[in-house]
């Protein structure tokens, strides 16, 4: 019977995510593995586009930053590292890090890089093929949007990541990869499950899962917040693996926040949608099977875990330009702020559609009353008496250079509108692109993962 426990660390939950946490993760305590995501589903379009700008670019940055702090516990062998971060740039992501180690004098240092994941450049070959990447939520074709695509890439699975930790990499660098695979690779690795083993596969990502949002099963965006002791030092969560699928969520002791059961099911619940089919690369995890129960203070014990075998898709993350959009604001005050904002917001659509200007969508809220809720501003808005509310106008449409001429109609407002307004010294409003989402399947024998090694 195989005894032994690994402990997998959450590092970073999206791109932009607490800097000190992954740092503080290696140096407060014990770890194997520390695993990081920076990739949401927007976020390759934008390291695309960071790269075509720069070709050294398109990963993220902050990551090698990270590297660099814990080097000396990589090189001395406490902690692997396995991260997404590469984006759409993992070999240059790779080329930062080598740089870094050599400059700092550390010898047999193995980056592995997982990609392969892009398929932007074969998109031709691949249509020609009969790959249709129909969009999951319309049926529509790719090829009504081919020409408009910023980014197209698939996600991968655990096995290329573990075969890089089996060829004994101490960082690996991937492009798209499941967040789930990011704690599956080193179970499979240390525990030498099987792929087939759909009951260890789903055990496996539902530990990702549990740990890929960084702080959000630790405490962080928590329900019951006030609950959450020391939140200026929270601690991101970890997980104590055993062999037979079992887990423990936990983190370090000196660190902030909570680990309860009720923090992990609500990151549970976090973006599913079928509980009973959590569908990866690796397997279709069924969450409706998962047992949790508290074992002591910040320690959760998730076991009973069930799956089902793998699909034969990958799915494919792509985004396109979509036009553009533009959103400004201003802050009315009291008395009858509202009433103000509401007025403010009317004048402007109506100015818009005198100069003729193009757009899909105009949409004011005011923030105070309804920015969060979403609730239109009926007649009743008298109810509630604020002492200030700011108007956020938001527009969308197929012309940039209509969208600009907008942005120049908000600060003329100040002189000719309601009365008592402020919140304007951010200048005139630009336009920017929108970045629409375009969710497709592909079979996973038409794209293979790619697995390098590299030293210094």
Request: hydrophobic share 40%; proline share 5%.
């Amino acid at each position: 019977m195989n005894n032994k426990t690994i402990r997998i660390a959450s590092g970073q939950g999206f791109w932009g995510d607490l800097p000190v946490a992954p740092v503080n993760q290696v140096k407060l305590g014990q770890i194997d593995y520390l695993m990081m995501d920076y990739l949401a589903e927007v976020t390759m379009s934008i390291m695309q586009k960071q790269k075509l700008r720069n070709p050294d670019f398109g990963y993220a940055r902050d990551f090698v930053g990270v590297i660099e702090q814990i080097l000396p516990e990589i090189a001395a062998g406490k902690v692997r590292v396995l991260s997404n971060g590469g984006g759409v740039n993992p070999q240059a992501c790779k080329d930062a890090i080598l740089r870094i180690a050599r400059d700092a004098g550390y010898t047999g240092l193995k980056v592995a890089v997982v990609d392969g994941d892009n398929i932007l450049p074969d998109l031709d070959r691949l249509i020609s093929e009969g790959h249709e990447l129909k969009n999951m939520e319309t049926d529509a074709a790719v090829t009504e949007i081919k020409d408009k695509l910023l980014s197209a890439n698939v996600y991968f699975g655990a096995e290329a990541m573990a075969e890089a930790l089996d060829a004994g990499a101490h960082i690996v660098v991937t492009g798209r990869v499941t967040d789930t695979g990011l704690c599956l690779a080193p179970m499979v690795h240390e525990f030498g499950w099987r792929f087939d083993d759909a009951d260890k596969m789903a055990a496996g990502t539902v530990a990702g899962h549990i740990l890929e949002c960084g702080a959000q099963s630790s405490g962080g965006n928590f329900t019951d917040w006030q609950l959450v002791p020391d939140m200026e030092n929270i601690g991101f969560p970890i997980v104590e693996a055993s062999a037979d699928g079992s887990f423990v969520v936990t983190k370090h002791e000196k660190a902030g926040g909570l680990v309860s059961v009720a923090t992990v099911k609500e990151q549970l619940l976090y973006e599913i949608g079928d509980p009973a089919e959590y569908i990866t690369p690796d397997c279709i995890a069924d969450f409706t099977s998962i047992e949790l129960a508290q074992e002591g203070d910040n320690r959760v014990r998730v076991w009973g875990i069930k799956g089902k075998p793998k699909t034969p898709f990958y799915k494919v993350s792509a985004s396109y330009l979509d036009g553009y959009k533009l959103t400004g604001t201003l802050v009315y005050a009291w008395p009858d702020a509202l009433k103000k904002a509401v007025r403010a917001g009317e004048i402007l659509k109506a100015r818009a559609e005198n100069l003729g200007l193009q757009f899909d969508a105009f949409h004011a809220e005011y923030v105070g009353f309804n920015g969060c809720t979403e609730q239109p501003a009926g007649p009743d808005y008298d109810r509630d008496i604020p002492d200030e509310v700011q108007l956020r106008v938001s527009l969308s449409g197929p012309s940039k250079a209509d969208l600009d001429r907008f942005g120049m109609e908000m600060a003329p407002l100040i002189l000719t509108g309601p009365s008592a307004v402020t919140g304007f010294a951010g200048g005139r409003p630009k336009a920017g692109e929108i970045v629409a989402y375009w969710p497709a399947l592909i079979r996973k024998d038409a794209v293979k993962p790619r697995m390098t090694i590299f030293s210094t």
